[in-house]
């Protein structure tokens, strides 16, 4: 660990390896992690990347089974590369480690972009999209539903087998005349987003309101979110905006500056 750097009351920013600075963190300290590791060698992240490897990701997810309280989430962004025609399947296997470490696989989300970077893949369509999987110590804690309008709202739902119910004496009916009966609901697991860039020092940037969505998501104002992979300090801003205590870990020096100035930032904003 090189530098630790405190920002405001309420954030902690570590310039080092993460496995490392995580294993000197008490048990069950982290409310809700939100990151997007490097995966695939598709980016080289000024060199560091050389250290990334499977059997280092499996300490990494160690470590946060450890840290993580019981009912915390983690939310890991993560997509696969194409090689020699084939995808790799780093994403499910890094998701299957995560179930033996204890995890629960709460949801297998989507973040689909809806303006990605036009490019010519050969004989296959578009890559649009990375998954967000969503896993949890033991069963949720804490969910704050994003609520949409619920369009068929006073609508008549259509009758199907699974809308009948059994009578007492044992007979089917279908239940007639069941409505939508309420103006909002949960919005879907697939969420879209455009690429609004970001600091052009740092290649992989993904938007503000994503990380701002889990974060109001899977935790409340006060609670501790961490983010291993701290790149241009995304998570950090957000956390800022949500008013959530934040730990952020970066290896690379330089990364470490950016997502410093930019935390500070957001600080100077919100308290004008």
Request: proline residues 6%; positive net charge; hydrophobic residues 35%.
């Amino acid at each position: 660990m090189r530098k630790i750097d405190k920002i405001g009351d309420n954030i902690a920013i570590y310039n080092g390896d993460c496995l490392d600075v995580m294993k000197k963190f008490p048990d069950g300290y982290i409310d809700l992690t939100v990151t997007s590791p490097p995966y695939d060698n598709l980016r080289t992240y000024n060199g560091n990347i050389d250290q990334w490897t499977f059997e280092k990701f499996q300490g990494i997810a160690e470590q946060l089974y450890r840290v993580t309280k019981q009912g915390g989430v983690v939310v890991w962004v993560v997509g696969d590369a194409t090689i020699k025609g084939s995808e790799t399947g780093t994403s499910f296997r890094q998701a299957l480690w995560f179930k033996e470490c204890g995890f629960n696989l709460h949801d297998t989300m989507i973040y689909h972009k809806n303006n990605p970077v036009p490019n010519e893949v050969g004989k296959r369509y578009q890559p649009s999209f990375e998954y967000m999987f969503v896993f949890t110590k033991g069963k949720v804690k804490l969910f704050n539903p994003i609520m949409v309008e619920c369009k068929m709202f006073g609508s008549v739902k259509p009758v199907r087998r699974s809308n009948q119910f059994r009578t007492k004496n044992g007979e089917m009916k279908p239940s007639h005349g069941l409505k939508y009966a309420k103006p909002n609901k949960f919005k879907h697991n697939v969420w879209d987003y455009n690429l609004n860039g970001g600091p052009t020092a740092h290649p992989a940037v993904f938007p503000l309101s994503l990380a701002f969505d889990h974060i109001v998501s899977w935790s409340n104002p006060g609670c501790v979110v961490l983010d291993p992979f701290m790149g241009s300090g995304t998570t950090g801003v957000a956390c800022v905006n949500a008013n959530r205590n934040f730990i952020g870990i970066e290896l690379d020096e330089n990364y470490y500056r950016i997502s410093k100035e930019r935390i500070e930032e957001a600080l100077h904003t919100v308290c004008e």
